[in-house]
């Protein structure tokens, strides 16, 4: 029961100071997350209030299932990209199929994210490599920024991939709209400037520090009214200038998700890539906080809470939700104690549907434009590409191919693409183990590199030591490594494979083995085992491998050697002896 | 030039002894292979030529290309079952398109394997774990056998899942043709007998040894040439017995497979799955012959001779070819000594293209198909379930789940789910690395598992060894565990990992540990590391991670246990050190 529902463990001991703390963390968020909330909804070309439904209900349930006590849940940009890139493909943006399609994703992606926590299988998030991730969110910030300048210019364009958005700018840049650019202009100048030099500005004018750091995240709301005010005063809808309009007021209804088996196969694989993707960044940044107050999250339960959080989202009308970094960072930062903070910033949006929607009409869409390119540029780290590089070339590969591909041919071929490098690359080197080739250290009972140290070895025995597990992706390159060796030294009569790195042996890996040693019979070669560990001797002796065996199992490499070789163990000094099994 | 021209090799000290080796070997798999081309081609769904095509100009590239001395390519059963589903799709039998495709399909896998072998890319075949292949092999062999009955009863069925087979056999039952199932189950009664009975009925009667192995790879031309002579005795093609009819003489002519992007696109996925069943069967098979000559093999050279072979069977209108086990088998007990063994036979093929494919006019197909049935019930391994689950319940499950989804979903489906069970098997494994918290041996300056000895440790240390490299499988449960511990026990002040096993840090486990490190700062601890070996050590110093590290990095874990807890290592006792590192 307190496994499932966190909130029974945090909620007995919530006190008045807790209370205040989220309180003020909760009006923070709340004031940051109204603008995002609309703007996020424009990005996935959904209408602005199913960006505020997706920020009250995925909230209220994270708070009650939730293990992070700052992780801020809701609308995020990459999230939003992919859902307009999936739902895109569906249905005509605007119709209401177009909305159904997106809260059948938001379904989806709860039921596959919920889904994956009770079987705990967070371990397919692993199918992302970091350097992959990293390259995705990159490449997406770019796509978002430049799917936004259509708003700032006021021309309008269309587009899935940077050269799309590109050309369909340049063909339409005829249409641009100066009062527009003026306001684009205006809002994205401010907010660059909000982010670094406000609160310095106003701390210079005597503000008090918390005060000013207030001040920075009701920056974009300000942008907001300052923006509206201007429209409204000079009519500037008359001179083209593109507003939100009309915004249902109210709370969302319960509704259900479209249950279309056609709708959902097409969306299956969409909602599986924003699923783990969301999964990624969630758990990311939920640990990082974490570990700054010592407290501990629950991978398996930031699943199902995430899933919980899309199934509200989808049942109240919203779109895929997932952990925001940027809004999480701030929601920790403004002393948010508990996950209750979450419930106080939903009860705020709810506060906010229900009152200021009409005051959202003449918000023009240019400054949710600036609010969200302002927003995704801090996504967009090309630095990384440099420093990966420099230290493995192969990862950086697959960060570049994933950044390109995402930019070329869209985030769901990108990522994609990503995952599938990301198992390439993982299968190309666990087909690869590191191995060394063993000789006596003279006078010891220790055995070494042949290439790294001086050592002692006899032309009629091969000691091998492989130095990972046993398992398919390597069974191939046992056999082949082995089996080389041998055949190219025809005065081999015994080869030792020095097992105690080994810690399992799959079935493949174990038909390796028993080729190798039915080839090596067969080349007149015994095959012997040294420091088998015991958890893979229970299973070897389950095998036929042991039966058949040409050689034997020794418990010490040197035990092996002193069998096999007596003539170089002879030298070897009385001396106490050191285990070398770990 | 020699590297990728074995002949230079072997053809230079060829002599007359390994000549008549070779041609010994090349008439028995001629006489072997005659039947199996037709028949092979007859359950790819494809005119009876085009299977003896394929045993033309395949085999004579690989003679030159191939590196397996033994090894007998040509058309295999289970690589014509895989090309009838990808075709099947595509085309409707007995049309041009069908050929075409088949064609190109051999033309695809070709490309494929070749620029695989140029690439160095053997690896890609460890996509498969060794339960996944058999239980595929397995399954397509119940599949193909099913697939033979409706010859068998000369009733027309069709389908490509066993349930489909069964039903459209149910389905026709009436239609059964009884001079049909006379012959039929004449023939596939003498060929399962002649597998065992024959030879030594024959010795019985006092032939030689040799000559008696011989007449059991004859069984199946003796059963070819006396069903022609009952069809054409008494005209039973007259009664319902389909035969095989015109079967056009002459040498396949040089021609260009078909070149439409469309068509490559819909057969380049069962092609690459071709590829890779066959390349999978093919190494396995040559480098287990090889083994029993003390001979090598090289992957990477087998992957070009397999693409060639392909390519040739595209070029002279074939379709896919890949090693054949059986002929493999027979080839090297017949005693072919060098590729040239296959260059014989393909001339044998070739005389027998030219002149008997007269005869084959009154060939019943139902003999084609009693051949089919015996030479793929050998394909089927079930008892390897139950021996894998003894050893390991998850490879058996995989295994299980493959033969299930091949039968119920067909070939592709089959061995794509394979390729996806091994690749998440891997991954769930490889999240979950092999590790111990550790403890020193009193009085010794060993450390081991708490778990599993008697050691001594201090609550400020906590000390790690992780068995495993790390890399992004791995690296977010690295951050988990290891933050999960300190979480838990607030003593603790100092973490350090011991990495002697740890061969390999990509950039995401990098990313990780720094995570960890941070981490573990804000929580007011130390990471240190311990027996780092040289080469992990190398790209760490290009990291950020040794920089911002909290700790230190100690040589051996004895060092570090000395430094940050003096109290519990001042008992050691002083005796010669045994450096840990390896």
């Known amino acids: ?95 209401p199929e177009y909305l159904g399609a997106a809260i059948a994703l938001a379904f989806l992606s709860g039921l596959m994210l919920l889904g994956m926590g009770l079987l705990r299988l967070g371990f397919i998030a692993s199918f992302l490599s970091h350097p992959v991730i990293s390259g995705f969110i990159s490449a997406s910030g770019i796509l978002i920024a430049s799917s936004q300048i259509k708003h700032l210019l ?101 509704a259900m998700p479209p249950l279309e088996l056609g709708l959902w196969t097409q969306l299956a694989l969409p909602a599986l890539l924003i699923s783990i993707v969301g999964y990624v960044e969630t758990i990311s940044v939920a640990q990082t906080l974490a570990a700054k107050r ?40 403004a002393g ?40 995704v540029l801090s996504l967009v780290d090309l630095g990384a590409i440099k420093r990966t590089f420099a230290y493995c070339p192969s990862d950086a590969a697959a960060m570049v191919a994933t950044i390109l591909v995402t930019l070329i041919f869209g985030v769901e071929t990108g990522i994609s693409a990503g995952v599938g490098l990301s198992i390439l690359l993982h299968l190309w080197r666990s087909s690869r ?15 070494r590199n042949v290439d790294r140290h001086r050592v002692e070895t006899v032309p009629e025995v091969l000691s091998i030591r492989i130095d990972e597990s046993l398992w398919f992706p390597n069974a191939r390159f046992l056999e082949d490594t082995i089996y080389d060796r041998v055949a190219a030294d025809p005065r081999i009569r015994h080869v030792v494979l020095n097992c105690p790195a080994i810690n399992f042996i799959d079935a493949s890996a174990l038909e390796a083995l028993e080729a190798v040693n039915a080839q090596l019979k067969d080349a007149g070669v015994k095959l012997h085992l040294s420091e088998v560990k015991g958890p893979v001797m229970d299973r070897l002796v389950q095998s036929d491998l042991i039966t058949h065996m040409g050689g034997q199992i020794y418990l010490t490499h040197y035990d092996a050697l002193r069998a096999l070789a007596p003539e170089i163990t002879a030298a070897t000094l009385t001396q106490p002896r050191c285990e070398t099994a770990k």
Chains 1, 2 share one sequence.
């Open 1 to 95: 029961m307190k496994r499932f529902f966190p909130i029974l463990t945090w909620g007995r001991d919530y006190s008045r100071m807790t209370f205040e703390a989220d309180i003020v963390a909760a009006v923070i968020v709340t004031i940051m997350l109204i603008p995002q909330s609309l703007a996020y909804a424009l990005l996935a070309g959904l209408p602005p209030e199913v960006g505020l439904y997706a920020s009250i209900a995925p909230i209220l349930i994270y708070t009650v299932l939730g293990t992070s006590r700052a992780l801020a849940v809701g609308p995020v940009a990459v999230a939003s990209l992919m859902t307009a890139a999936a739902v895109g493909e569906l249905a005509q943006r605007g119709t």
């Open 154 to 254: 006021g021309v309008s364009a269309n587009g899935k991939t940077l050269p799309e958005i590109v050309t369909s700018l340049v063909g339409n840049i005829a249409s641009i709209n100066i009062p527009t650019v003026l306001i684009g202009a205006l809002a994205t100048a401010f907010l660059f400037w909000s982010r670094k030099g406000l609160k310095p500005f106003l701390k210079a004018r005597g503000m008090k520090e918390r005060l000013a750091g207030l001040a920075v995240r009701a920056a974009p709301v300000s942008a907001v009214v300052v923006t509206i005010l201007l429209v409204w005063l000079f009519g500037l809808q008359g001179w083209g200038v593109k507003i939100v309009g009309d915004v249902p007021q109210g709370l969302p209804m319960p």
């Open 294 to 333: 010592r407290q501990r999250i629950d991978p398996d339960q930031e699943l199902i809470a995430l899933g919980g959080a899309n199934l509200g989202s989808a049942f109240s009308g919203g779109f895929p939700v997932t952990g925001g970094f940027a809004r999480s960072v701030v929601n920790f930062d």
């Open 336 to 375: 948010a104690a508990t996950p209750a903070a979450g419930a106080f910033t939903a009860i705020g949006m709810a506060i906010a549907t229900l009152t200021l929607t009409p005051a959202l009409y003449f918000l023009p869409q240019a400054t949710l434009a600036a609010t969200i390119v302002v927003a």
């Open 433 to 447: 183990p590191h191995y060394a080739i063993m000789g006596q250290v003279p006078g010891t009972e220790h055995f």
